[in-house]
Protein backbone atom coordinates (compact mmCIF):
# COMPACT_ATOMS: atom_id res chain seq x y z
CA UNK A 1 0.00 0.00 0.00
CA UNK A 2 1.57 3.47 -0.73
CA UNK A 3 1.17 6.37 1.37
CA UNK A 4 0.36 9.76 0.36
CA UNK A 5 -0.65 13.12 1.13
CA UNK A 6 -3.56 13.95 -1.57
CA UNK A 7 -6.73 13.93 0.72
CA UNK A 8 -4.92 16.41 3.72
CA UNK A 9 -3.73 18.26 0.61
CA UNK A 10 -7.53 18.15 -0.54
CA UNK A 11 -8.97 19.41 2.46
CA UNK A 12 -6.63 22.34 3.36
CA UNK A 13 -7.73 23.38 -0.30
CA UNK A 14 -11.39 22.78 0.88
CA UNK A 15 -12.51 20.28 -1.84
CA UNK A 16 -14.14 17.52 -2.37
CA UNK A 17 -13.34 13.93 -3.73
CA UNK A 18 -15.88 15.15 -6.08
CA UNK A 19 -14.41 18.92 -6.96
CA UNK A 20 -11.25 17.34 -7.29
CA UNK A 21 -12.16 14.03 -9.50
CA UNK A 22 -14.34 16.24 -12.03
CA UNK A 23 -11.02 18.81 -11.89
CA UNK A 24 -8.67 15.92 -13.15
CA UNK A 25 -11.14 14.40 -15.23
CA UNK A 26 -11.53 11.06 -13.11
CA UNK A 27 -13.90 9.55 -10.72
CA UNK A 28 -14.87 10.29 -7.36
CA UNK A 29 -13.91 6.07 -6.74
CA UNK A 30 -10.50 6.67 -8.39
CA UNK A 31 -9.83 9.78 -6.07
CA UNK A 32 -11.11 7.35 -3.04
CA UNK A 33 -8.32 4.58 -4.17
CA UNK A 34 -5.71 7.24 -4.32
CA UNK A 35 -6.27 8.29 -0.95
CA UNK A 36 -6.29 4.86 0.24
CA UNK A 37 -3.51 4.13 -1.48
CA UNK A 38 -5.25 1.27 -2.94
CA UNK A 39 -4.56 2.45 -6.61
CA UNK A 40 -1.17 4.22 -8.24
CA UNK A 41 -2.11 7.01 -10.25
CA UNK A 42 0.05 7.62 -14.08
CA UNK A 43 2.63 10.28 -13.44
CA UNK A 44 -0.02 12.51 -15.79
CA UNK A 45 -2.50 12.14 -13.44
CA UNK A 46 -0.27 12.98 -10.06
CA UNK A 47 0.79 15.88 -12.26
CA UNK A 48 -2.68 17.27 -12.54
CA UNK A 49 -3.57 15.94 -8.97
CA UNK A 50 -0.40 18.10 -7.69
CA UNK A 51 -1.38 21.28 -9.73
CA UNK A 52 -4.97 21.39 -8.93
CA UNK A 53 -4.03 21.38 -5.12
CA UNK A 54 -1.09 23.53 -5.55
CA UNK A 55 1.54 21.16 -4.12
CA UNK A 56 4.76 19.58 -5.76
CA UNK A 57 4.96 15.88 -6.45
CA UNK A 58 6.95 15.70 -3.38
CA UNK A 59 4.77 16.65 -0.87
CA UNK A 60 2.28 14.95 -2.11
CA UNK A 61 3.47 11.34 -2.66
CA UNK A 62 7.41 10.93 -1.38
CA UNK A 63 7.11 8.93 2.01
CA UNK A 64 9.63 10.59 4.28
CA UNK A 65 9.87 8.08 7.54
CA UNK A 66 8.66 9.24 11.01
CA UNK B 1 -3.14 -5.16 -10.05
CA UNK B 2 -4.43 -8.63 -8.61
CA UNK B 3 -5.23 -10.84 -11.49
CA UNK B 4 -4.47 -14.21 -12.42
CA UNK B 5 -2.98 -13.09 -15.20
CA UNK B 6 -0.43 -11.74 -13.76
CA UNK B 7 1.68 -15.31 -13.65
CA UNK B 8 1.73 -14.78 -17.70
CA UNK B 9 3.38 -11.07 -17.73
CA UNK B 10 6.68 -10.18 -17.18
CA UNK B 11 7.58 -7.52 -14.03
CA UNK B 12 8.42 -4.65 -15.73
CA UNK B 13 5.43 -2.05 -15.97
CA UNK B 14 5.93 -0.81 -19.41
CA UNK B 15 6.14 -4.32 -20.66
CA UNK B 16 3.19 -5.58 -18.21
CA UNK B 17 1.36 -2.65 -19.79
CA UNK B 18 2.13 -3.29 -23.55
CA UNK B 19 1.64 -7.26 -23.19
CA UNK B 20 -1.70 -6.48 -21.17
CA UNK B 21 -3.07 -4.50 -24.36
CA UNK B 22 -1.69 -6.95 -26.70
CA UNK B 23 -3.51 -10.01 -24.71
CA UNK B 24 -6.83 -7.26 -24.69
CA UNK B 25 -6.62 -6.95 -28.70
CA UNK B 26 -6.05 -10.57 -29.28
CA UNK B 27 -9.24 -11.33 -27.26
CA UNK B 28 -11.09 -9.15 -29.30
CA UNK B 29 -9.87 -10.66 -32.88
CA UNK B 30 -10.63 -13.75 -31.57
CA UNK B 31 -13.98 -13.03 -30.61
CA UNK B 32 -13.96 -11.41 -34.08
CA UNK B 33 -12.73 -14.61 -35.78
CA UNK B 34 -16.00 -16.37 -33.66
CA UNK B 35 -18.65 -14.07 -34.89
CA UNK B 36 -17.43 -13.96 -38.44
CA UNK B 37 -16.99 -17.53 -38.77
CA UNK B 38 -20.58 -18.38 -37.26
CA UNK B 39 -21.72 -15.96 -39.72
CA UNK B 40 -20.16 -17.66 -42.48
CA UNK B 41 -21.22 -21.11 -41.18
CA UNK B 42 -24.48 -20.64 -41.42
CA UNK B 43 -24.45 -18.62 -44.47
CA UNK B 44 -22.65 -20.12 -46.97
CA UNK B 45 -21.08 -23.67 -45.67
CA UNK B 46 -22.88 -27.10 -43.99
CA UNK B 47 -24.68 -25.35 -40.92
CA UNK B 48 -22.40 -27.80 -38.91
CA UNK B 49 -24.14 -27.73 -35.44
CA UNK B 50 -21.53 -28.71 -33.81
CA UNK B 51 -18.92 -26.77 -35.42
CA UNK B 52 -21.34 -23.98 -34.23
CA UNK B 53 -21.44 -25.20 -31.06
CA UNK B 54 -18.01 -24.69 -30.29
CA UNK B 55 -17.56 -21.30 -31.83
CA UNK B 56 -21.20 -20.39 -29.83
CA UNK B 57 -19.59 -21.64 -26.56
CA UNK B 58 -16.01 -19.51 -27.11
CA UNK B 59 -17.88 -16.01 -28.00
CA UNK B 60 -20.21 -16.82 -24.40
CA UNK B 61 -17.33 -17.55 -22.60
CA UNK B 62 -15.54 -14.38 -23.59
CA UNK B 63 -19.36 -12.55 -22.94
CA UNK B 64 -19.96 -14.08 -19.85
CA UNK B 65 -15.91 -13.88 -18.03
CA UNK B 66 -15.71 -10.16 -19.14
CA UNK B 67 -19.30 -8.87 -17.65
CA UNK B 68 -18.86 -10.84 -14.75
CA UNK B 69 -15.81 -9.50 -13.78
CA UNK B 70 -16.46 -5.90 -14.58
CA UNK B 71 -19.98 -6.13 -12.63
CA UNK B 72 -18.53 -7.52 -9.81
CA UNK B 73 -15.53 -5.38 -9.54
CA UNK B 74 -17.50 -2.79 -8.42
CA UNK B 75 -16.40 0.12 -10.61
CA UNK B 76 -19.49 0.61 -13.50
CA UNK B 77 -21.23 3.42 -10.98
CA UNK B 78 -18.21 4.81 -9.51
CA UNK B 79 -20.33 8.07 -8.55
CA UNK B 80 -23.00 6.47 -6.95
CA UNK B 81 -21.97 7.23 -3.13
CA UNK B 82 -24.90 8.20 -1.37
CA UNK B 83 -28.30 6.29 -0.97
CA UNK B 84 -30.41 8.67 -2.76
CA UNK B 85 -27.81 8.47 -5.66
CA UNK B 86 -28.50 4.30 -4.95
CA UNK B 87 -31.91 4.57 -5.15
CA UNK B 88 -32.44 6.85 -8.00
CA UNK B 89 -29.76 4.94 -10.31
CA UNK B 90 -31.57 1.42 -9.40
CA UNK B 91 -35.39 2.44 -10.33
CA UNK B 92 -33.46 3.78 -13.37
CA UNK B 93 -31.97 0.30 -13.50
CA UNK B 94 -35.49 -1.12 -13.09
CA UNK B 95 -37.05 1.08 -16.25
CA UNK B 96 -34.14 -0.15 -18.59
CA UNK B 97 -35.01 -3.51 -17.82
CA UNK B 98 -38.57 -3.38 -18.37
CA UNK B 99 -37.72 -1.07 -21.69
CA UNK B 100 -35.60 -3.92 -22.27
CA UNK B 101 -38.13 -6.50 -21.45
CA UNK B 102 -40.74 -4.66 -24.36
CA UNK B 103 -37.77 -4.34 -27.48
CA UNK B 104 -36.77 -7.80 -26.60
CA UNK B 105 -40.72 -8.72 -27.03
CA UNK B 106 -41.23 -7.13 -29.45
CA UNK B 107 -38.75 -8.26 -31.62
CA UNK B 108 -39.16 -12.09 -31.00
CA UNK B 109 -42.80 -11.71 -31.57
CA UNK B 110 -42.09 -10.46 -34.95
CA UNK B 111 -40.37 -13.39 -35.81
CA UNK B 112 -41.79 -16.38 -33.77
CA UNK B 113 -45.60 -14.84 -32.84
CA UNK B 114 -47.53 -18.26 -33.59
CA UNK B 115 -45.04 -19.09 -30.36
CA UNK B 116 -45.84 -16.49 -27.75
CA UNK B 117 -45.55 -17.98 -24.69
CA UNK B 118 -41.90 -19.70 -24.62
CA UNK B 119 -41.01 -16.40 -26.04
CA UNK B 120 -42.48 -14.15 -23.35
CA UNK B 121 -41.11 -16.32 -20.26
CA UNK B 122 -37.87 -15.87 -22.42
CA UNK B 123 -38.12 -12.11 -22.60
CA UNK B 124 -39.16 -12.16 -18.64
CA UNK B 125 -36.53 -14.19 -17.81
CA UNK B 126 -33.70 -12.43 -20.05
CA UNK B 127 -35.33 -9.16 -18.71
CA UNK B 128 -34.59 -10.19 -14.69
CA UNK B 129 -31.13 -11.30 -15.41
CA UNK B 130 -30.17 -8.11 -16.83
CA UNK B 131 -31.61 -6.57 -13.80
CA UNK B 132 -29.62 -8.83 -11.26
CA UNK B 133 -26.52 -8.58 -12.94
CA UNK B 134 -26.92 -4.59 -13.41
CA UNK B 135 -28.16 -4.29 -9.64
CA UNK B 136 -25.50 -6.93 -8.26
CA UNK B 137 -23.17 -4.54 -10.19
CA UNK B 138 -24.54 -1.04 -8.57
CA UNK B 139 -24.62 -2.72 -5.06
CA UNK B 140 -20.91 -3.74 -5.47
CA UNK B 141 -20.14 -0.14 -6.66
CA UNK B 142 -21.88 1.64 -3.90
CA UNK B 143 -20.40 -0.63 -1.11
CA UNK B 144 -17.08 -0.02 -2.63
CA UNK B 145 -17.46 3.69 -2.96
CA UNK B 146 -19.11 3.75 0.91
CA UNK B 147 -15.45 2.67 1.87
CA UNK B 148 -13.52 5.39 0.04
CA UNK B 149 -15.70 8.10 1.54
CA UNK B 150 -13.58 11.22 2.72
Given at each position: M?????????I?????Q?Q???????????????E???YNPS?Q?C?A??????????Q???EV?? | ????LS????D?E???????????EGG???L?Y????????????S?DF??QL????????????????????????A?V????QF??Q??K?F????GF???????????H?????P?L?L?????M??????Y??LK????K?KE???
Amino acid sequence: MMHNNVKVARIEQSLTQEQLAKAVKVTRQTIGLIEKGKYNPSLQLCMAIAIKLDKTLDQLFWEVDK
Amino acid sequence: MKSWLSIFLPDDEYKQERVVYFLAEGGVLLLLYFGGALLINELLLSQDFAGQLVMLIGLGLYAVYTTLRYSLSGIEFADVVELNQFKKQRWKLFIQSIGFFVIFLMMSLLSHFDNWLPTLVLALVASMLLFILNYTSLKRSYTKNKELID
